[in-house]
Protein backbone atom coordinates (compact mmCIF):
# COMPACT_ATOMS: atom_id res chain seq x y z
CA UNK A 1 0.00 0.00 0.00
CA UNK A 2 1.99 3.04 -1.20
CA UNK A 3 2.21 6.17 0.49
CA UNK A 4 3.46 9.53 -0.66
CA UNK A 5 6.58 8.84 1.07
CA UNK A 6 7.21 6.29 -1.60
CA UNK A 7 7.63 9.05 -4.12
CA UNK A 8 11.07 9.92 -4.95
CA UNK A 9 13.17 12.09 -6.90
CA UNK A 10 15.85 9.95 -9.03
CA UNK A 11 18.79 11.72 -9.82
CA UNK A 12 19.64 10.61 -13.15
CA UNK A 13 23.51 10.45 -14.45
CA UNK A 14 24.57 13.26 -16.60
CA UNK A 15 27.63 13.76 -18.38
CA UNK A 16 27.61 17.62 -18.79
CA UNK A 17 29.61 18.61 -22.06
CA UNK A 18 30.19 21.69 -23.94
CA UNK A 19 29.19 20.08 -27.17
CA UNK A 20 25.68 19.40 -24.91
CA UNK A 21 24.56 17.72 -21.91
CA UNK A 22 23.78 13.67 -21.86
CA UNK A 23 21.68 11.80 -19.63
CA UNK A 24 20.65 8.33 -19.82
CA UNK A 25 18.05 5.59 -17.65
CA UNK A 26 18.79 1.87 -17.16
CA UNK A 27 15.87 -0.70 -16.42
CA UNK A 28 16.20 -2.27 -13.38
CA UNK A 29 18.80 0.25 -12.26
CA UNK A 30 17.57 3.78 -12.18
CA UNK A 31 14.31 2.66 -12.72
CA UNK A 32 13.40 0.45 -10.37
CA UNK A 33 11.65 -1.62 -12.69
CA UNK A 34 11.34 -3.87 -16.10
CA UNK A 35 10.08 -1.05 -18.83
CA UNK A 36 7.42 -2.20 -20.60
CA UNK A 37 6.18 0.68 -22.17
CA UNK A 38 7.26 4.05 -22.98
CA UNK A 39 4.75 6.92 -23.82
CA UNK A 40 5.44 11.06 -23.96
CA UNK A 41 3.36 14.37 -23.50
CA UNK A 42 3.36 17.03 -25.98
CA UNK A 43 1.88 19.88 -27.21
CA UNK A 44 -0.18 20.93 -23.77
CA UNK A 45 -2.28 23.59 -24.68
CA UNK A 46 -1.55 26.64 -21.35
CA UNK A 47 -3.53 25.88 -18.52
CA UNK A 48 -4.36 21.74 -19.14
CA UNK A 49 -4.19 19.46 -16.71
CA UNK A 50 -3.51 15.65 -17.81
CA UNK A 51 -3.35 12.17 -16.20
CA UNK A 52 -5.86 12.79 -12.94
CA UNK A 53 -6.14 8.89 -12.13
CA UNK A 54 -4.45 6.26 -10.30
CA UNK A 55 -3.40 3.05 -11.64
CA UNK A 56 -4.09 -0.39 -9.73
CA UNK A 57 -0.32 -1.98 -11.23
CA UNK A 58 1.49 0.33 -13.19
CA UNK A 59 4.58 2.23 -11.68
CA UNK A 60 6.18 4.94 -13.44
CA UNK A 61 9.09 7.82 -13.73
CA UNK A 62 8.29 10.37 -14.75
CA UNK A 63 10.90 12.89 -16.81
CA UNK A 64 10.25 16.59 -17.86
CA UNK A 65 12.36 15.96 -21.08
CA UNK A 66 12.27 19.90 -22.09
CA UNK A 67 10.64 22.64 -20.04
CA UNK A 68 8.93 21.70 -16.73
CA UNK A 69 5.37 20.51 -15.00
CA UNK A 70 4.20 19.74 -11.72
CA UNK A 71 2.78 16.00 -10.68
CA UNK A 72 0.67 16.14 -7.73
CA UNK A 73 0.65 12.97 -5.98
CA UNK A 74 -2.20 11.94 -3.35
CA UNK A 75 -2.44 9.10 -1.17
CA UNK A 76 -5.96 9.49 -0.01
CA UNK A 77 -4.72 11.52 3.03
CA UNK A 78 -2.01 13.38 1.78
CA UNK A 79 -0.78 15.49 -1.49
CA UNK A 80 2.70 16.57 -2.43
CA UNK A 81 3.41 18.66 -5.38
CA UNK A 82 6.57 17.75 -7.48
CA UNK A 83 8.26 20.47 -10.09
CA UNK A 84 10.23 18.65 -12.57
CA UNK A 85 11.90 20.79 -14.25
CA UNK A 86 14.85 18.91 -15.30
CA UNK A 87 15.97 15.96 -17.59
CA UNK A 88 17.97 14.66 -15.55
CA UNK A 89 15.34 13.86 -12.73
CA UNK A 90 12.80 11.53 -12.68
CA UNK A 91 9.94 11.16 -10.67
CA UNK A 92 9.42 7.46 -9.25
CA UNK A 93 5.38 7.14 -8.74
CA UNK A 94 4.87 3.27 -7.30
CA UNK A 95 1.11 1.58 -8.16
CA UNK A 96 -1.53 2.98 -6.26
CA UNK A 97 -1.46 6.30 -5.88
CA UNK A 98 -3.40 9.39 -7.20
CA UNK A 99 -1.43 11.45 -9.65
CA UNK A 100 -2.38 14.98 -12.24
CA UNK A 101 -0.42 16.62 -13.87
CA UNK A 102 -0.74 20.11 -14.09
CA UNK A 103 1.08 23.75 -15.00
CA UNK A 104 3.09 22.42 -17.83
CA UNK A 105 5.21 25.29 -19.09
CA UNK A 106 5.48 26.22 -23.01
CA UNK A 107 6.53 23.04 -24.99
CA UNK A 108 7.42 20.67 -22.41
CA UNK A 109 7.48 17.28 -22.88
CA UNK A 110 7.28 14.80 -20.55
CA UNK A 111 8.64 10.97 -21.07
CA UNK A 112 6.67 8.07 -18.70
CA UNK A 113 8.15 4.94 -18.24
CA UNK A 114 5.79 2.47 -17.17
CA UNK A 115 5.92 -1.37 -15.75
CA UNK A 116 3.01 -2.91 -16.97
CA UNK A 117 1.41 -2.62 -21.14
CA UNK A 118 -1.36 -0.21 -21.77
CA UNK A 119 -4.50 -1.91 -19.88
CA UNK A 120 -7.81 0.23 -19.28
CA UNK A 121 -8.55 -1.51 -16.54
CA UNK A 122 -5.79 -0.72 -14.69
CA UNK A 123 -6.99 2.66 -14.07
CA UNK A 124 -9.05 4.05 -11.95
CA UNK A 125 -10.63 7.55 -12.71
CA UNK A 126 -13.16 8.17 -10.02
CA UNK A 127 -11.01 10.16 -7.07
CA UNK A 128 -13.85 8.59 -4.84
CA UNK A 129 -13.57 5.16 -6.16
CA UNK A 130 -10.07 5.41 -5.19
CA UNK A 131 -10.25 7.01 -1.91
CA UNK A 132 -12.60 4.22 -0.90
CA UNK A 133 -10.38 1.44 -2.03
CA UNK A 134 -7.35 3.27 -0.24
CA UNK A 135 -9.89 3.64 2.94
CA UNK A 136 -10.39 -0.26 2.73
CA UNK A 137 -6.54 -1.06 2.39
CA UNK A 138 -7.40 -2.52 -1.34
CA UNK A 139 -5.02 -0.08 -3.05
P1 LIG B 1 -4.58 8.79 -20.41
O1 LIG B 1 -3.66 7.89 -19.67
O2 LIG B 1 -6.02 8.80 -20.05
O3 LIG B 1 -4.02 10.25 -20.39
P2 LIG B 1 -3.92 11.22 -19.15
O4 LIG B 1 -3.56 10.36 -17.98
O5 LIG B 1 -2.86 12.17 -19.48
O6 LIG B 1 -5.24 11.85 -18.99
O7 LIG B 1 -4.45 8.42 -21.94
C1 LIG B 1 -5.16 9.12 -22.95
C2 LIG B 1 -5.57 8.14 -24.03
O8 LIG B 1 -4.43 7.49 -24.59
C3 LIG B 1 -6.48 7.05 -23.48
O9 LIG B 1 -7.65 7.00 -24.28
C4 LIG B 1 -5.73 5.77 -23.66
C5 LIG B 1 -4.59 6.09 -24.60
N1 LIG B 1 -3.33 5.44 -24.17
C6 LIG B 1 -2.92 4.28 -24.79
O10 LIG B 1 -3.59 3.75 -25.69
N2 LIG B 1 -1.73 3.73 -24.39
C7 LIG B 1 -0.98 4.25 -23.39
O11 LIG B 1 0.11 3.72 -23.05
C8 LIG B 1 -1.44 5.45 -22.74
C9 LIG B 1 -0.65 6.08 -21.62
C10 LIG B 1 -2.62 6.02 -23.17
Known amino acids: MASIDDVKI??????????????FAE???????EIKRTYWIYD???????GGHA???NQEVVIALSGAVDVIV????????????????????PKGLWRTMECFSTN??????GSVAYSADDYIR??????KLKKDGKL
Open 126 to 131: DYDEFL
Open 74 to 93: DDGVSQKTFRLDRSYYGLYI
Open 10 to 23: IELPKFLDARGNLS
Open 44 to 50: VPGGEDR
Open 108 to 113: SFALEF
Open 55 to 57: FRE
Open 27 to 33: QNNHIPF
